[in-house]
């Protein structure tokens, strides 16, 4: 991203200045709007997003985009009546194409949230009680991270057996630990700050200074990651189900159209390369937003 970009500080804990996120978020707007690769991010986005929620009213063919079968009018090229072509089974691809876009999406929307809603809380707890609590949560992410993420998914999800459900199951299990790292840090230098000694002298406890305090203090990190995670996810999912782990025929996945049209490659190439640009033009707009994102709230990372 270009060095060029409007940076801002770390912004002030919530209780010290009302307006200031009101503010923040109105430079982040501001500052994506006068981006241009990230307008592409959020308008890519924003029409992936749209075609999965009126997927059924936008897709030519709706029942072959659920699975239904067409012998009639199997393996047909890209034509007027079929703009991405057909499958080996008769299937409309752009229908395909727009029925997957609902799991490619609602999938690690769930996969991140759950991710979060897991890390963020135990990073926080460990790096504001630091100790033998620190250093126990830590070891258990360090136990998980030692893995690569997708490698840990896959032999969860060979242990759990194939399906949707139990491989989002698994990248929930291989993602946590980045959020709890990541909050982690941030609580380190957060719980010696004056609003956090404040809130102790008061006998604020705890649980309260962590809920009220330092959690709303890390939705920053935890954003920019996140949106950056969502397009990861998008990729290993679509990974998954290529490898027959994930998504089962015959409900529409990108990463499964992928793998059902790489023997045909050669010669009905459009069975695999318009899912695949699917992938593509999502994960990398996904990419966009959240590098925007993280040149905002870490001007440190400029080059």
């Known amino acids: 991203m270009s060095s060029t970009l409007p940076a801002i500080n770390d912004p002030p804990p919530p209780d010290s200045d009302p307006l200031a996120p009101v503010s923040t978020w109105r430079h982040v707007v501001y500052v994506i709007r006068h981006d241009p690769l990230a307008m592409i991010g959020v308008t890519l986005i924003t029409l992936f997003l749209l075609m999965a929620l009126f997927a059924p009213q936008l897709a030519p063919y709706p ?138 002298a008061i006998g604020v406890s705890d649980a309260a200074i962590i809920r009220r305090h330092i959690l709303p203090n890390t939705i920053t990190p935890i954003l920019v990651q996140a949106t950056i995670d969502l397009g990861t996810v998008i990729l290993a999912m679509g990974g998954l189900a290529f490898i027959g782990l994930g998504t089962q025929p015959p409900h529409p996945d990108w990463g499964l159209m992928v793998a059902e049209g790489r023997s045909y490659i050669l010669n009905q190439w459009w069975i695999s390369t318009f899912p695949g640009l699917a992938i593509f033009i999502v994960v990398l707009a996904f990419n966009l937003v959240g590098d925007t994102l993280r040149d905002i709230f870490d001007p440190r990372q400029h080059k």
Do not use: C
Not at 163 to 190: C, D, E, F, M
């Open 63 to 200: 029942a072959q985009g659920a699975g239904k079968t067409s012998p009639k009018t199997t393996m047909l090229p890209p034509s007027r009546e079929h703009p991405f072509g057909t499958d080996r089974l008769g299937r409309d691809v752009l229908s395909r194409v727009i029925m997957g876009s609902r799991p490619a999406f609602a999938v690690p929307i769930i996969v991140v949230f759950l991710a979060v809603l897991i890390g963020a809380p135990l990073g926080a707890v460990a790096g504001y009680k630091g100790g033998k609590t620190d250093e126990t949560i830590m070891r258990i992410t360090d136990l998980f991270l030692a893995f690569p993420s997708l490698l840990l998914a896959m032999a969860i999800t060979a242990a759990l057996g194939r399906g949707l459900a139990n491989a989002a199951i698994a990248l929930v299990v291989s993602w946590w630990p980045w959020y709890t790292r990541i909050v982690r840090g941030v609580t380190v230098s957060l719980r010696s700050s004056y609003f956090v000694e404040a809130a102790q």
